[in-house]
């Protein structure tokens, strides 16, 4: 059975730091990309990072750059995301996804290309 599983989050405050983890199991995992999202309180879930599947390629969103470092080991079928200045905007529920290619795609940050997710692990940055 394809999972993947989130964990790392909590409650922290703002200028804080966490550190997600999400590991894969039932699915081939080094061969592609993955990536973290985070679907804020009301809004649409929409991409927050993206490695390819060899690690030589990163991409950030803008609200998360020079904070946020994604990183993934493949021999241990597990994708981090340290996150360092964190905000109250920030706040969110943050799920992992494998895409279906070996590269992040020009739309990486839309749902489209991505096949499997995990249910997600809360973050919760207070003011």
């Known amino acids: 059975q394809a999972q993947m599983v989130e964990s790392g989050g909590g409650l922290v405050q703002a200028g804080g730091s966490l550190r997600l983890s999400c590991t894969a199991s039932?699915?081939?995992?080094?061969?592609?990309?993955v990536a973290w999202f985070r679907q804020a309180p009301g809004k649409e879930r929409e991409g927050v990072s993206c490695?390819?599947?060899?690690?030589?390629?990163?991409y950030y969103a803008d609200s998360v750059k020079g904070r946020f470092t994604i990183s993934r080991d493949n021999a241990k079928n597990t994708l981090y995301l340290q996150m360092n200045s964190l905000k109250p905007e920030d706040t969110g529920m943050f799920f992992c996804?494998?895409?279906?290619?070996?590269?992040?795609?020009?739309?990486?940050?839309?749902?489209?290309?991505?096949?499997?997710w995990g249910q997600g692990t809360q973050v919760t940055v207070s003011s």
């Open positions: 996804a494998r895409a279906t290619s070996t590269q992040c795609s020009l739309s990486w940050r839309s749902e489209v290309d991505f096949r499997y």
């Open positions: 490695i390819n599947y060899s690690s030589s390629r990163t």
């Open positions: 039932g699915l081939n995992f080094d061969a592609y990309a």
